[in-house]
C-alpha cells in the first residue's frame, strides 16, 4: 500500500512510519512543516499528488492542559484539521486511518469501554478529539477510527521524565486515581497498521493489555530500572491540572483482539521492552 501519515515528527506517527516501511508499504511521512492540516486547499493539492491508498492521521493538537485555554486552536487541528484530511482522502478515493483517544470517555463505568460505549468528554482536548471523530465518519463515511491511550515511547513524556527524576534522586509525586492502558507507540502503530491491513471500518480500540494507575506505570518502570526510590501517591484534585481527565479509561480490546486472532502483550511487557532499547 501507498501510506500517507500525517503528524509524521510526533510520537505516534514516527512509529507507524517507521513499522509501515518494516512492512514494505510506501510511506510518505508529513510533518507540520510538510502539511499544515489546518490549511484546507493545502491537504487537499498534498494529498491528491502522493495518490496514498491510505492516509494515517496522527497530527493532533495534544497539549491537554493547554487546550483548555486554547480551545479555538485545539478544534481548529482536532476538529477541523481531521475533516480536511478525510475530505482529501475521500476525494482520491483513500482509506483514512484517525487516531483518537480514551480521553472521549467520562471515566464513571467500572468495567472496560467498548468502541459503542456512551462518549463524555471531560476536557476541551477530549471534546475536540471526540468532534474529528464525527467529522471524519461524516466527511468520509467507512473510516477506520481507532481510540488509543496513555502513549509513551521515544525520549520525552511521562516515563522518561519520571526516570530522570528518578535518577537525579528527586522526590515523585504521581497520580494514583487515574486507571488506564499504557501503550508503547511501537506496539499501538503496529496493531493500527494491522486493523487498517485487514480493511477495518468504524470505531476500533488500540492499547497495551493490562491496566493499571499512572502511579503504578511509574513504580514499574523505577524498578525496572534498579532505582531505590519512593514515589508518593498523589489524588488527580491534589495535582491540580488544568484539564479534568476520566478516572477510569480502560478501554475493551476483546473486538481488536478476535479480529486479529491475538491478545494485546501486557503493559509491564510492554514497558521492559522499552525501557531495554528493544
Ligand atoms: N499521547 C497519548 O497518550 C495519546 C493517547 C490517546 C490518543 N492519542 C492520539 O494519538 C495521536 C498521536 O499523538 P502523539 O502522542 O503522537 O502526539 P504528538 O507526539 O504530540 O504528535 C502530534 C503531532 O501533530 C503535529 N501537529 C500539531 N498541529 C498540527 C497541524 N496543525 N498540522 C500538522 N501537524 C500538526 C505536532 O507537531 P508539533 O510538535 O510541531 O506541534 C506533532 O508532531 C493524536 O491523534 C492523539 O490525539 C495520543
Redesign the pocket.
Known amino acids: 500500500m501507498r501510506i500517507l501519515v500525517?503528524?509524521a515528527?510526533?510520537?505516534?506517527?514516527g512509529a507507524l512510519v517507521a513499522e509501515a516501511r518494516a512492512r514494505g508499504h510506501e510511506v510518505v511521512g508529513l510533518?507540520?512543516t510538510d502539511?499544515?492540516?489546518?490549511d484546507a486547499p493545502l491537504v487537499r493539492r498534498v494529498v491528491s499528488r502522493h495518490r496514498p491508498d491510505a492516509v494515517v492521521?496522527?497530527?493532533?493538537?495534544?497539549a491537554v492542559d493547554r487546550a483548555e485555554s486554547e480551545p479555538d486552536l485545539a478544534r481548529a487541528?482536532?476538529r477541523d484539521?481531521a475533516r480536511n484530511v478525510a475530505t482529501a482522502a475521500a476525494e482520491c478515493g483513500a482509506e483514512l486511518l484517525y487516531?483518537?483517544?480514551?480521553?472521549v470517555f467520562d471515566g464513571q463505568k467500572r468495567s472496560p469501554y467498548v468502541p459503542n460505549d456512551e462518549t463524555g468528554p471531560l476536557s476541551v482536548y477530549g471534546q475536540t478529539?471526540l468532534e474529528g471523530e464525527q467529522a471524519v465518519t461524516e466527511a468520509l463515511p467507512g473510516s477506520l477510527v481507532v481510540?488509543?491511550?496513555?502513549?509513551?515511547g521515544g525520549q520525552s513524556?511521562f516515563v522518561p521524565a519520571i526516570l530522570r527524576r528518578a535518577a537525579k534522586g528527586e522526590g515523585l509525586r504521581v497520580v494514583g486515581d487515574q486507571r488506564g492502558r499504557p501503550?508503547w507507540?511501537p506496539d499501538g502503530a503496529a496493531t493500527m497498521l494491522d486493523l487498517l491491513e485487514r480493511g477495518a471500518h468504524g470505531v476500533w480500540h488500540v492499547a497495551g493489555g493490562g491496566e493499571c494507575t499512572w502511579l503504578e506505570l511509574a513504580r514499574e518502570a523505577v524498578r525496572l530500572r534498579g532505582l531505590d526510590v519512593e514515589i508518593e501517591a498523589i489524588s488527580s484534585h491534589d495535582f491540580g491540572s488544568p484539564a479534568r481527565r476520566p478516572a477510569y479509561s480502560v478501554l475493551d480490546l476483546a473486538a481488536t483482539e478476535d479480529l486479529l486472532g491475538r491478545r494485546m502483550g501486557d503493559w509491564k511487557d510492554a514497558l521492559a521492552r522499552y525501557m531495554s532499547g528493544d
Request: with cysteine; proline share 0%; aromatic share 10%.
Open positions: 500525517t503528524g515528527a510526533g510520537l505516534l506517527g510533518s507540520r502539511l499544515d492540516v489546518t492521521h496522527c497530527a493532533a493538537y495534544t487541528v482536532n484539521g487516531v483518537s483517544t480514551d480521553f478529539k481510540r488509543t491511550s496513555w502513549l509513551y513524556g501503550t507507540a
